[in-house]
């Protein structure tokens, strides 16, 4: 079955080969086990790939409706970041992801750094990926908290004002915290970055 959810990339009418769930006369909604979606950019790449041991696909609003999710998002063919949530919709085409309920996003890195948020929401036409929702940014150095953010495709996540930061000390226990600005981690150079509006004070802090 897997690959008639993958050939909805292209022909979406292809879904309706599985006895479709009729809710009332203007909507049919289409039950899915095990759904294992892979989406490709119009060259060909992989952007990335969907599992979901509960899902429907909704053939008039043309959106899917996915349960416990977990969304590996690819570079070439290696995993980027892997986010997983309670629920989440896939409209647009394929091109708008929604994610709700105890958002998790997880890079690759050895030691692990964890971003997690109350919603996320990503247009794959648009680098970047809002979250929005009790923000918490965490790894081995340090904690920052706030009520959105967006992570670039340069790997820098800006945590938006009031931003709330812990650092921590070598035996993993919060050192001192401090309250200010708007927040910049560089997932690459494992450092933050603080500004005030004025522009006049900056700090940065490398670990």
């Not at 690759?108 to 929702?133: H, M, P, S, V």
């Amino acid at each position: 079955m897997s690959n008639i959810y993958r050939l909805i990339i292209f022909l979406p009418l292809f879904m309706l080969g599985c006895a479709p769930n009729v809710i009332d006369e203007n909507k049919v909604i289409q039950k899915i086990e095990s759904l294992d979606m892979t989406i490709f950019s119009k060259s060909g790449d992989k952007i990335y790939s969907i599992t979901s041991p509960n899902s429907s696909y909704d053939n008039i609003d043309l959106k899917f409706n996915l349960k416990n999710p977990i969304i590996h998002i690819l570079n070439g063919e290696e995993t980027k970041y892997i986010i997983s949530s309670e629920e989440s919709t896939l409209s647009n085409n394929n091109k708008l992801l929604k994610l709700k309920g105890n958002v998790k996003l997880k890079t690759l890195k050895k030691d692990g750094d964890f971003l997690y948020a109350d919603n996320f929401i990503w247009n794959i036409e648009n680098t970047n990926y809002l979250l929005e929702g009790n923000i918490r940014f965490e790894n081995q150095n340090i904690i920052l908290n706030s009520g959105k953010a967006i992570l670039g495709s340069n790997n820098i996540i800006e945590f938006f004002n009031p931003v709330k930061y812990i650092i921590k000390d070598e035996n993993n226990e919060n050192k001192y915290e401090i309250n200010s600005e708007n927040a910049y981690y560089d997932l690459n150079t494992e450092s933050v970055s603080f500004k005030a509006q004025d522009k006049r004070v900056k700090s940065i802090i490398y670990f």
